[in-house]
């Protein structure tokens, strides 16, 4: 597949490297030349200097034959000006654009994205994708993520295993005996910073992360049963008063829980910004780095703190000092993928990172076939996809015992329907079923070929 990405920034560079690595021909458009100069020498792709709503750098980018352009750059209006020359002149088949100012995204708009408009297939907007995965991480503060597709039948968590879990030392085909109404599945783990598929006959360990399919209405049942089953946070200082975090504050406040918010901000501006918009919250103008601001906030009295800066550093060591100063779980928003393997050593909880929650987005505009959603885990070294299973599938019709997946390959559920399917044994997969997989990088292509799709090039 042939893509342009207009934006070199942390999220168009994120997207450019994912799909140069699956094989894409991709190029990248930046007016900074450093950025440009970036994606040359680290990227196996090119890159152009210019706007990427002009129409020559479009076509010095090759966007006469181009199959798709993402247009990701920090001003809406260059995206969308991107698409509709995309579209206009050079008839590019897929648009996608980012797009961050929410009054563009009311409901009451949807038209002016129309193809008699302005011509974008795919909206994104990383502070919503990334304000959502924060939303579900309070609702379920146990999980040290949580993925959800389209239609929210099946929730994948990824769980520390601590030594208290009581499922630890069990192989996995024992679980279903155990817990005979459990309607979830163990897919793999991360194991000695390995991703792994687990299969029935294998055990989850200490110090595992595993990854856990599991439907919508058992997951507490789940958490508990990992010993990690925590109530909802109803106190949460929020550092960073920006889009993300405006966002999930105003969230939390409609939610009619009563949760108490506090939020910081070191901008000036955006602290009155929120404070304008923000119904319940106290927003307190200062900087979450000063232990004298922490301290005004009652940060050791908060359930949870949220570092939602758009500084990593800031957001990390924000976290950190709310651990000392009493706070029991943080969360901080991480762009750089190294440095939460050091953070978390540091007494960080969990880290969400902004640019992996867009690829995985992107990603499934990218597959060709019946993929409706994919998840990178851990900058790509294992994906879970959900696919649709088609009557050409080679898994359709045959026990599942029967059908050879690999060793890096292992079924979550299957979605029927309204039903969520256990994958055991003896259980068939119907054209039109939903399937829920863990892959690790070198089985994704096993897995394309199992629902009959491929990402080579058109």
């Known amino acids: 597949m042939r893509v342009i ?12 490297e994912r799909l140069s690595i699956e094989g894409n021909e991709v190029t990248v458009i930046d007016n900074n030349p450093e950025l440009v100069q970036r994606i040359r020498d680290t990227l196996d792709a090119r890159g152009i200097h210019g706007h990427g709503s002009h129409p020559d750098i479009l076509a010095q980018a090759g966007a006469r034959d181009a199959d798709m352009l993402i247009a990701v750059t920090q001003v809406d209006e260059v995206n969308m000006t991107a698409c509709q020359v995309g579209h206009s002149i050079f008839n590019i088949p897929t648009r996608i654009a980012r797009i961050r100012a929410q009054s563009y995204l009311q409901s009451e708009w949807s038209n002016l994205f129309a193809r008699d408009h302005l011509p974008i297939d795919v909206i994104i907007s990383p502070e919503v994708e990334v304000g959502d995965i924060i939303l579900q991480r309070i609702a379920y503060p146990g999980a040290s993520d949580i ?65 856990v399919a599991v ?14 089953d925590e109530p909802s946070p109803s106190r949460i200082v929020i550092g960073g008063a920006g889009n993300i975090g405006r966002y999930v504050a105003s969230k939390l406040e409609a ?21 304008e918009t923000m119904s319940n919250s106290i927003v307190v103008y200062g900087d979450a780095l000063a232990e004298d601001i922490m301290r005004e906030v009652d940060v050791r009295d908060a359930h949870m703190f949220l570092g939602l800066t ?37 007494g960080v909880d969990a880290f969400i990172n902004p640019r992996a929650v867009t690829v995985s987005k ?16 851990h900058n790509g070294a294992a994906e879970i996809i959900e696919a649709e299973a088609l009557e050409t599938s080679p898994l359709v019709g045959r026990p599942l015992r029967d059908f050879e997946f690999g060793a890096g390959v292992r079924v979550g559920a299957i ?8 994958p055991s044994g003896d259980v068939r997969v119907e054209a039109g079923d939903f399937v829920i997989v863990f892959a690790v990088a070198s089985a994704v292509r096993q897995v394309e070929q199992m629902f009959r799709v491929s990402i080579d090039f058109f």
Do not use: W
Not at 329 to 338: E, G
Not at 415 to 422: K, N, Q, W
């Open 215 to 228: 439907s919508r209405d058992q997951v507490h049942r789940t958490l508990a049963l990992f010993g990690r």
């Open 310 to 346: 758009n500084d990593d550093e800031t957001n990390i060591l924000s976290s950190v000092l709310a651990s000392e100063l009493g706070c029991p779980s943080t969360i901080a928003l991480v762009n750089q993928t190294q440095y939460p393997r050091f953070a978390r050593r540091l």
């Open 255 to 275: 939610s009619g829980q009563g949760v108490s918010i506090r939020l910081i901000e070191a901008s000036r501006e955006h602290a009155q910004a929120a404070a």
């Open 147 to 211: 993925i959800t597709f389209e239609d929210e039948r099946v929730v994948v968590l990824a769980i520390d295993v601590k030594e208290d879990c009581a499922v630890i030392d069990t192989p996995l085909n024992q679980l279903t005996d155990l817990f005979p109404n459990l309607n979830a599945t163990v897919m793999g783990v991360r194991r000695d910073g390995k991703l792994l598929a687990l299969h029935s006959r294998d055990q989850i360990l200490p110090g595992d992360e595993a990854y």
């Open 415 to 422: 979605i029927r329907g309204r039903e969520v399917l256990l």
């Open 362 to 377: 992107i990603l499934r505009h990218v597959r060709r076939g019946r993929i409706r959603g994919v998840y990178t885990l």
């Open 5 to 16: 990405i207009s934006g070199a920034g942390q999220v168009g560079y994120g997207i450019a």
